[in-house]
């Protein structure tokens, strides 16, 4: 996905005008009803991109609060007078091994280019790390009947209860999901399930038909498991930020991911790398999107922290139809956010220590591939997708629902959970809790309330 091969990803934010303020100020607390407050003048925006366009930087899209741009590593290091270097993580963050981050060291000067005075229109500029994908997969041993798993769509879709949904005739139809993600191969499957399957790139990624990682293609499988009529459209990421303006740009109903980062607990506050992406969501809820977020598996999920968002956690559900809390899937209350507890609701999802739940189509080659186009993996990655879709039955239903009505419905429908723990040692019980939220997302009792 994003800064590979010396490759830098960023986003610009200029200076507010007079009256405005700054996203960065300490006691900035944007949110959805003064996001006005935040907003430059966008013929500054296109001026400061113009300017460092001409200064070598290339320039992927004007957005409405930050320019999202990128260069080489080395042009990065002299345009910013700086030295990018690979930065320790927070050991609790349950952070994978072969994760990495490199970001300008902090010991090394800092220093916006005098060129074209950018240094007197650039608010700040901070790199745009790669997200961590929330399926956490793990490779099988060569037999697939060695222990219990689902099959998309006829598990996922019995188990949430949307099949009789859709025997009523609610699929999804007219409702616009946009997913992003690393990729979405048109698998054969999809072609034989006679899905509504559209895929493009952000500005700073090529070839959307390609996923040599697996996660989107896999991961949209279950969107369509509980809603099979959706207009589906993946938008392949680079820069998480940018794939989030994008997809916004689409104009969806609903905005499915997969993915986030681990440091809605480990650091004490918001850092400014992540504001950009943070006010894109926030700017994407106040267009009337429904926005979808991975909890974590045993992560302390941002995006999926923030209140605006609908947060999955997870449910497993074994041969025996027992349902239970999985000690694979996160359930915290929020640093950041006070009042804010994570997850809201929960999707299916494996058990430690693989999580290899849910047998989903990839592309041949790619890195979750098992066997013949076909893999297994889980997390609340995969959980995400099918609450999505549950979404957009709901806004099938009731086309004038908001974020918060169709966040509301799945909470006061869900399945409750009793039985169980997550990673973060938290216990399900009778009523909401930090284990499962409010439970396993119901498709039927959902419209059932609604019709």
Same mark, same amino acid.
């Given at each position: 996905?994003?800064?590979?091969?010396?490759?830098?990803?960023?986003?610009? /934010?200029?200076?507010?005008?007079?009256?405005?303020?700054?996203?960065?100020?300490?006691?900035?607390?944007?949110?959805?009803?003064?996001?006005?407050?935040?907003?430059?003048?966008?013929?500054?925006?296109?001026? /400061?991109?113009?300017?460092?366009?001409?200064?070598?930087?290339?320039?992927?899209?004007?957005?409405?609060?930050?320019?999202?741009?990128?260069?080489?590593?080395?042009?990065?290091?002299?345009?910013?007078?700086?030295?990018?270097?690979?930065?320790?993580?927070?050991?609790?963050?349950?952070?994978?091994?072969?994760?990495?981050?490199?970001?300008?060291?902090?010991?090394?000067?800092?220093?916006?280019?005098?060129?074209?005075?950018?240094?007197?229109?650039? @608010?700040?500029?901070?790199?745009?790390?790669?997200?961590?994908?929330?399926?956490?997969?793990?490779?099988?041993?060569?037999?697939?009947?060695?222990?219990?798993?689902?099959?998309?769509?006829?598990?996922?879709?019995?188990?949430?209860?949307?099949?009789? /949904?859709?025997?009523?005739?609610?699929?999804?139809?007219?409702?616009?999901?946009?997913?992003? @993600?690393?990729?979405?191969?048109?698998?054969?499957?999809?072609?034989?399930?006679?899905?509504?399957?559209?895929?493009?790139?952000?500005?700073?990624?090529?070839?959307?038909?390609? @996923?040599?990682?697996?996660?989107?293609?896999?991961?949209?499988?279950?969107?369509?498991?509980?809603?099979?009529?959706?207009?589906?459209?993946?938008?392949?990421?680079?820069?998480?930020?940018?794939?989030?303006?994008?997809?916004?740009?689409?104009?969806?109903?609903?905005?499915?991911?997969?993915?986030?980062?681990?440091?809605?607990?480990?650091?004490?506050?918001?850092?400014?790398?992540?504001?950009?992406?943070?006010?894109?969501?926030?700017?994407?809820?106040?267009?009337?999107?429904?926005?979808?977020?991975?909890?974590?598996?045993?992560?302390?999920?941002?995006?999926?922290?923030?209140?605006?968002?609908?947060?999955?956690?997870?449910?497993?559900?074994?041969?025996?139809?027992?349902?239970?809390?999985?000690?694979?899937?996160?359930?915290?209350?929020?640093?950041?956010?006070?009042?804010?507890?994570?997850?809201?609701?929960?999707?299916?999802?494996?058990?430690?220590?693989?999580?290899?739940?849910?047998?989903?189509?990839?592309?041949?080659?790619?890195?979750?591939?098992?066997?013949?186009?076909?893999?297994?993996?889980?997390?609340?990655?995969?959980?995400?997708?099918?609450?999505?879709? /549950?979404?957009?039955?709901?806004?099938?239903?009731?086309?004038?629902?908001?974020?918060?009505?169709?966040?509301?419905?799945?909470?006061?429908?869900?399945?409750?959970?009793?039985?169980?723990?997550?990673?973060?040692?938290?216990?399900?019980?009778?009523?909401?809790?930090?284990?499962?939220?409010?439970?396993?997302?119901?498709?039927?009792?959902?419209?059932?309330?609604?019709?």
């Amino acid at each position: 996905m994003g800064n590979k091969n010396g490759y830098i990803n960023f986003e610009v /934010v200029v200076t507010p005008e007079d009256g405005k303020k700054s996203i960065f100020d300490p006691n900035a607390f944007p949110g959805i009803s003064n996001l006005d407050l935040f907003t430059p003048p966008i013929d500054k925006n296109i001026e /400061v991109a113009q300017k460092l366009q001409r200064n070598g930087i290339e320039i992927h899209h004007i957005g409405e609060f930050s320019i999202s741009a990128s260069c080489t590593k080395k042009k990065f290091e002299s345009f910013f007078n700086t030295e990018v270097n690979k930065i320790q993580l927070p050991k609790d963050a349950n952070i994978p091994d072969d994760y990495e981050m490199f970001a300008p060291d902090k010991s090394s000067p800092w220093k916006l280019p005098s060129e074209d005075s950018l240094d007197t229109l650039i @608010d700040r500029a901070y790199v745009q790390h790669d997200p961590i994908l929330f399926a956490d997969e793990r490779p099988l041993p060569p037999l697939w009947t060695d222990e219990f798993r689902l099959r998309v769509p006829v598990d996922v879709a019995q188990i949430l209860r949307a099949s009789s /949904v859709h025997k009523r005739g609610y699929t999804g139809k007219g409702v616009k999901v946009v997913m992003a @993600d690393t990729g979405f191969y048109h698998h054969p499957y999809f072609k034989e399930q006679g899905y509504n399957f559209m895929a493009i790139t952000a500005p700073d990624t090529l070839d959307h038909s390609s @996923d040599s990682h697996g996660h989107g293609t896999g991961e949209c499988a279950n969107l369509f498991a509980t809603a099979p009529g959706i207009n589906f459209v993946g938008v392949k990421m680079g820069n998480p930020t940018l794939a989030i303006k994008t997809a916004t740009e689409l104009k969806p109903d609903i905005i499915s991911n997969s993915w986030g980062y681990s440091v809605d607990g480990p650091l004490p506050e918001m850092p400014n790398w992540l504001k950009p992406l943070y006010m894109a969501v926030l700017s994407a809820v106040k267009r009337g999107i429904t926005i979808v977020f991975s909890a974590g598996n045993g992560h302390y999920g941002f995006p999926g922290s923030m209140p605006e968002v609908i947060s999955v956690g997870g449910v497993v559900v074994d041969s025996d139809l027992e349902y239970s809390a999985t000690n694979y899937t996160s359930g915290f209350k929020s640093r950041w956010f006070p009042g804010r507890n994570v997850p809201d609701v929960s999707g299916l999802c494996g058990v430690r220590p693989r999580a290899d739940y849910i047998v989903l189509p990839v592309q041949k080659g790619a890195v979750l591939e098992i066997a013949d186009g076909w893999g297994a993996f889980s997390g609340t990655s995969a959980a995400a997708p099918m609450v999505a879709g /549950v979404c957009a039955l709901i806004k099938e239903a009731k086309p004038e629902y908001s974020s918060a009505d169709i966040k509301n419905t799945l909470k006061f429908t869900a399945r409750d959970i009793i039985k169980g723990v997550n990673a973060h040692n938290q216990e399900a019980r009778p009523g909401p809790d930090l284990a499962t939220g409010f439970g396993l997302v119901d498709a039927a009792r959902a419209i059932e309330n609604l019709i």
